[in-house]
């Protein structure tokens, strides 16, 4: 019979000796089927996580002045080492509840049940719908964005809101695959496409000539716009939402860690150059999407690079939120006319959302300070540090967690909390602002040429 991708085969007849609570990966022998190796589960999350963060990253950069650069590195540190604790904390439910041993299609509100019961799975199910509406939105106006320029010069009525609709249209049958195993491919074409992207911004950016008269300005931050700062760039390091689902489909769960690891790494060093020379370079003039501040043949073949990555990652981010609404509605794992029917009016809705909010920065730092928050700060700590305290047969914690790592991962909740908080209000204010949404896609206006995307 054949094997589903993740389904642990233990050795009955040999079993593995028993493991010390302090051993923070529980063992199985093998898993079988076509899964994902650490190096692909890692390009999935670059693949996830940097296609808004290489647009958007500068202009963060602007709102927060240079200070924003250490606090990258430090929000990349932060919210690195609580997807490692939250890849262990499925390790861990796998080796208590023998359950979750199988695939399993809501695994991050899984964790979050078995860590605070029935309330805290409906806080992680919350948030993380949250998250992945709204990464998808912004990835598909981003999609749409970089359409309308790469098309205006060829066809004048490719503005914003007609190329929502194409993306839309071109996206349904991607989304009907079945889980980031099947569309494999995908995440490494992104991950090619982003380092190619990201060398042709430094380079086109740095090698841009500044008129003498006309010398990039640097503005001193202001509270809101740090915030604002603060939002975007932990939007761009927000893909906790998705890691358990990665994670499902790897022939090694307990190596995630890894995958983890080498994903945060790449996003550093990705987004360090791209940040600082786009800002170093056009200072505040630097727009929320920087290929829109620099024009040029490698940019426009930079843009189309961007704009296939961006159907490549809409599709990865889609998955969960698809996954999670078929497990409630009871559809079959296999490919069928459900599916279909779901995603495409799950589709439908995202892009009835886009074309209702057109302005992708202030959807992003609205998500970035609140479900990403949670997602990525909050909820991998205090579930990791719940379940480790979980009592074993004999009454003792499940896995002992030293001092320094409890401090480190409760500074790290304190941090998202107290700067989610911040960060969330100032982004819904900006947002309740009149006309600070733009030109909703439901007017005659919206499809009148838009000369300055060129």
Same mark, same amino acid.
């Given at each position: 019979? /054949?094997?589903?991708?993740?389904?642990?085969? &233990?050795?009955?007849?040999?079993?593995?000796?028993?493991?010390?609570?302090?051993?923070?990966?529980?063992?199985?022998?093998?898993?079988?089927?076509?899964?994902?190796?650490?190096?692909?589960?890692? *390009?999935?999350?670059?693949?996830?996580?940097?296609?808004?963060?290489?647009?958007?990253?500068?202009?963060?950069?602007?709102?927060?002045?240079? !200070?924003?650069?250490?606090?990258?590195?430090?929000?990349? *540190?932060?919210?690195?080492?609580?997807?490692?604790?939250?890849?262990?904390?499925?390790?861990?439910?796998?080796?208590?509840?023998?359950?979750?041993?199988?695939?399993?299609?809501?695994? &991050?509100?899984?964790? +979050?049940?078995?860590?605070?019961?029935?309330?805290?799975?409906?806080? $992680?199910?919350?948030?993380?719908?949250?998250?992945?509406?709204?990464?998808?939105?912004?990835?598909?106006?981003?999609?749409?964005?970089?359409?309308?320029?790469?098309?205006?010069?060829?066809?004048?009525?490719?503005?914003? $809101?007609? $190329?929502?609709?194409?993306?839309?249209?071109?996206?349904?049958? *991607?989304?009907?695959?079945?889980?980031?195993?099947?569309?494999?491919?995908?995440?490494?074409?992104?991950?090619?496409?982003?380092?190619?992207?990201?060398?042709?911004?430094?380079?086109?950016?740095?090698?841009?000539?500044?008129?003498?008269?006309?010398?990039?300005?640097? #503005?001193?931050?202001?509270?809101?716009?740090?915030?604002?700062?603060? %939002?975007?760039?932990?939007?761009?390091?927000?893909?906790?939402?998705?890691?358990?689902?990665?994670?499902?489909?790897?022939?090694?769960?307990? /190596?995630?860690?890894?995958?983890?690891?080498?994903?945060?790494?790449?996003?550093?060093?990705?987004?360090?150059?791209?940040?600082?020379?786009?800002?170093?370079?056009?200072?505040?003039?630097?727009?929320?999407?920087?290929?829109?501040?620099?024009? %040029?043949? +490698?940019?426009?073949?930079?843009?189309?690079?961007?704009?296939?990555?961006?159907?490549?990652?809409?599709?990865?981010?889609?998955?969960?939120?698809?996954?999670?609404?078929? @497990?409630?509605?009871?559809?079959?794992?296999?490919?069928?006319?459900?599916?279909?029917?779901?995603?495409?009016?799950?589709? *439908?809705?995202?892009?009835?959302?886009?074309?209702?909010?057109?302005?992708?920065?202030?959807?992003?730092?609205?998500? #970035? %300070?609140?479900?990403?928050?949670?997602?990525?700060?909050?909820?991998?700590?205090?579930?990791?540090?719940?379940?480790?305290?979980?009592?074993?047969?004999? #009454? /003792?914690?499940?896995?002992?967690?030293?001092?320094?790592?409890?401090?480190?991962?409760?500074?790290?909740?304190?941090? %998202?909390?107290?700067?989610?908080?911040?960060?969330?209000?100032?982004?819904?204010? !900006?947002?309740?602002?009149?006309?600070?949404?733009?030109?909703?896609?439901?007017?005659?206006?919206?499809? @009148?040429?838009?000369?300055?995307?060129?």
């Amino acid at each position: 019979m /054949k094997k589903l991708c993740g389904t642990v085969v &233990y050795n009955i007849t040999n079993p593995a000796p028993a493991q010390s609570h302090d051993s923070p990966l529980p063992q199985a022998t093998e898993k079988t089927g076509r899964c994902l190796s650490v190096p692909l589960a890692a *390009a999935f999350l670059v693949a996830e996580m940097s296609g808004s963060g290489v647009l958007a990253l500068p202009k963060a950069i602007a709102n927060t002045g240079w !200070a924003g650069l250490p606090l990258m590195v430090l929000l990349c *540190a932060c919210v690195g080492f609580a997807g490692t604790r939250l890849a262990i904390c499925w390790v861990l439910l796998e080796d208590k509840w023998p359950e979750y041993r199988q695939p399993c299609r809501r695994p &991050y509100p899984a964790i +979050a049940y078995r860590a605070f019961g029935t309330v805290g799975s409906l806080i $992680c199910t919350a948030a993380q719908q949250a998250t992945l509406l709204g990464v998808s939105t912004v990835f598909l106006l981003l999609a749409a964005q970089l359409l309308s320029a790469l098309a205006q010069p060829l066809l004048s009525s490719a503005t914003l $809101c007609s $190329c929502l609709f194409v993306v839309g249209g071109v996206l349904v049958p *991607a989304t009907w695959l079945g889980t980031p195993k099947d569309f494999w491919p995908a995440s490494v074409a992104a991950v090619i496409v982003t380092v190619l992207a990201c060398t042709v911004v430094v380079v086109e950016v740095a090698r841009s000539p500044v008129p003498p008269a006309d010398p990039p300005v640097y #503005g001193s931050p202001t509270f809101t716009s740090f915030f604002l700062g603060f %939002g975007t760039i932990v939007f761009s390091l927000g893909g906790a939402a998705t890691f358990p689902t990665v994670q499902n489909d790897m022939k090694e769960r307990s /190596k995630f860690v890894y995958s983890v690891a080498i994903a945060f790494t790449v996003l550093l060093v990705l987004y360090m150059p791209v940040s600082g020379v786009g800002y170093g370079v056009l200072g505040q003039a630097v727009s929320d999407n920087i290929l829109l501040s620099v024009s %040029g043949t +490698a940019v426009t073949a930079t843009r189309a690079m961007i704009f296939s990555h961006l159907l490549f990652v809409f599709v990865i981010i889609f998955n969960p939120v698809a996954q999670g609404l078929e @497990e409630a509605l009871a559809v079959p794992r296999e490919f069928g006319w459900q599916r279909c029917c779901v995603r495409t009016l799950l589709l *439908a809705l995202i892009v009835l959302m886009a074309v209702s909010v057109p302005d992708f920065g202030k959807i992003l730092n609205l998500i #970035g %300070g609140s479900s990403v928050t949670i997602e990525s700060f909050v909820l991998p700590p205090l579930c990791y540090l719940k379940l480790c305290s979980t009592k074993d047969d004999q #009454g /003792k914690p499940y896995r002992s967690v030293g001092f320094a790592e409890s401090a480190v991962l409760i500074s790290v909740v304190i941090t %998202g909390v107290c700067a989610g908080v911040i960060t969330t209000y100032t982004a819904a204010s !900006a947002i309740a602002t009149p006309g600070s949404l733009g030109q909703s896609c439901f007017s005659s206006e919206a499809y @009148e040429i838009d000369k300055s995307i060129t």
